[in-house]
């Protein structure tokens, strides 16, 4: 029985390219997929230029006036882009104390008619204005590009993890339609008149993989065990935090493990907490039961090895393996962010809220 885990693994990236130690680096990789959900991955080759510039812009990108930061508001923009206020997001209940620009990787619009809801999903993010902070859109863009990259280059190497070709799960990704991938920039306040300390509750991400660059010196992040118990995850410098999408849990028969996680707000008189997570997605009319992955026998059996999972509190993105991806994405963003769910897509919103716009979020 594999124990449960009290600490976050550190995983060497640049393993992978000596061919002495690769094989070191994806038996770390299998052990963290199958018992644990969450790595450091260090090393990486996203450019250490982009991600300091991208880091540097975080705070500035606050900064600007709350006019220019209204006029990119969330609720313009069906593709759920753009800036949301303190307090704006739902999570397992409560106000998210956060506030936040959401962006993505460079995508038109792909909706047509007659196409479902859900492919409205993907198409142009909402920028703050060039002249109010010069370069930072370039700049996100280079290193949204870099993460993407790696994004593809992990999920090769988790395929060989696993046992199978590394190109497993190309079906994925490889449609008629390109991929548009997701991003934040967040801001945790720290405690002093906020309704609670949930910058964000507990929650799976969706999608494959999570890449979090964390911005600022602050701990914050929690990543639920096994056995229930919240395992601190402090920022390393240098390193990305990654963690496995309910989506890959999914496709991998439960192999991959999905972990629980949320972020505490910085302590009072404390400065702001700063994060920069990418989303990995798959394409939006994929349902992931529909493609099955051939795992062998022995590697299955690695799931009955690990230790006894009790419930976790997180329980969003159950609809996978039901509906298609972007059908589930949807309800998660409709849960999320009501008040772009009531603008944009009015009929989910009153399927999601029955009641009317929520007082409280009750989504998951």
Same mark, same amino acid.
Not at 129 to 150: I, Q
């Given at each position: 029985?594999?124990?449960?885990?009290?600490?976050?693994?550190?995983?060497?990236?640049?393993?992978?390219? *000596?061919? +002495?130690?690769?094989?070191?680096?994806?038996?770390?990789?299998?052990?963290?997929?199958?018992?644990?959900?969450?790595?450091?991955?260090?090393?990486?080759?996203?450019?250490?230029?982009?991600?300091?510039?991208?880091?540097?812009?975080?705070? %500035?990108?606050?900064?600007? =006036?709350?006019?220019?930061?209204?006029?990119?508001?969330?609720?313009?923009?069906?593709?759920?882009?753009?800036?949301?206020?303190?307090?704006?997001?739902?999570?397992?209940?409560?106000?998210?104390?956060?506030?936040?620009?959401?962006?993505?990787?460079?995508? *038109?619009?792909?909706? @047509?008619?007659?196409?479902?809801?859900?492919?409205?999903?993907?198409?142009?993010?909402?920028?703050?204005?060039? +002249?109010?902070?010069?370069?930072?859109?370039?700049?996100?863009?280079?290193? !949204?590009?870099?993460?993407?990259?790696?994004?593809?280059?992990?999920?090769?190497?988790?395929?060989?993890?696993?046992?199978?070709?590394?190109?497993? !799960?190309?079906?994925?990704?490889?449609?008629?339609?390109?991929?548009?991938?997701?991003? @934040?920039?967040?801001?945790?306040?720290?405690?002093?008149?906020?309704?609670?300390?949930?910058?964000?509750?507990?929650?799976?991400?969706?999608?494959?993989?999570?890449?979090?660059?964390?911005?600022? =010196?602050?701990?914050?992040?929690?990543?639920?065990?096994?056995?229930?118990?919240?395992?601190?995850?402090?920022?390393?410098?240098?390193?990305?935090?990654?963690?496995?999408?309910?989506?890959?849990?999914?496709?991998?028969?439960?192999?991959?493990?999905?972990?629980?996680? %949320?972020?505490?707000?910085?302590?009072?008189?404390?400065?702001?907490?700063?994060?920069?997570?990418?989303?990995?997605?798959?394409? !939006?009319?994929?349902?992931? @039961?529909?493609?099955?992955?051939?795992?062998?026998?022995?590697?299955?059996?690695? %799931? +009955?090895?690990?230790?006894?999972?009790?419930?976790? *509190?997180?329980?969003?993105?159950?609809?996978?393996?039901?509906?298609?991806?972007?059908?589930?994405?949807?309800?998660?963003?409709?849960?999320?962010?009501?008040?772009?769910?009531?603008?944009?897509?009015?009929?989910?919103?009153?399927?999601?809220?029955?009641?009317?716009?929520?007082?409280?979020? @009750?989504?998951?």
């Amino acid at each position: 029985m594999t124990s449960n885990f009290s600490s976050i693994p550190i995983l060497d990236y640049s393993l992978t390219t *000596d061919p +002495e130690r690769r094989e070191e680096f994806i038996a770390q990789l299998r052990h963290v997929l199958i018992n644990v959900g969450f790595l450091y991955l260090s090393n990486s080759p996203v450019p250490r230029d982009d991600i300091d510039a991208i880091v540097d812009y975080a705070p %500035r990108l606050f900064e600007i =006036p709350q006019e220019a930061k209204d006029k990119i508001r969330m609720a313009n923009s069906e593709h759920f882009y753009g800036y949301s206020k303190l307090g704006a997001e739902f999570t397992k209940g409560k106000l998210d104390q956060r506030e936040q620009f959401d962006f993505g990787t460079e995508c *038109d619009s792909v909706w @047509k008619p007659g196409d479902p809801d859900y492919m409205r999903l993907w198409g142009p993010a909402q920028w703050p204005e060039e +002249e109010l902070l010069p370069g930072f859109k370039a700049a996100m863009l280079r290193y !949204l590009a870099g993460v993407e990259k790696l994004s593809y280059e992990l999920i090769n190497l988790l395929a060989e993890a696993l046992e199978l070709p590394s190109d497993a !799960l190309k079906a994925f990704f490889e449609t008629e339609m390109p991929v548009q991938h997701w991003a @934040k920039v967040v801001k945790y306040p720290p405690l002093g008149d906020l309704a609670s300390d949930q910058g964000v509750g507990p929650h799976f991400d969706a999608g494959f993989l999570t890449f979090l660059l964390q911005a600022s =010196p602050h701990a914050g992040l929690q990543v639920q065990n096994l056995s229930g118990e919240w395992i601190d995850a402090p920022p390393i410098p240098g390193t990305f935090v990654v963690n496995i999408g309910k989506a890959l849990e999914t496709v991998t028969q439960g192999l991959a493990r999905a972990t629980s996680h %949320r972020v505490l707000s910085p302590p009072k008189r404390s400065t702001p907490r700063y994060s920069i997570p990418f989303f990995q997605n798959i394409s !939006l009319r994929v349902s992931v @039961k529909d493609i099955t992955l051939q795992l062998n026998d022995e590697i299955l059996k690695l %799931r +009955e090895q690990r230790a006894e999972a009790g419930a976790p *509190d997180s329980v969003n993105y159950a609809e996978y393996g039901q509906l298609p991806t972007g059908q589930v994405n949807l309800i998660g963003r409709v849960r999320s962010h009501p008040d772009v769910a009531q603008r944009h897509y009015p009929e989910l919103f009153k399927q999601c809220f029955p009641r009317g716009f929520p007082v409280e979020g @009750k989504a998951y």
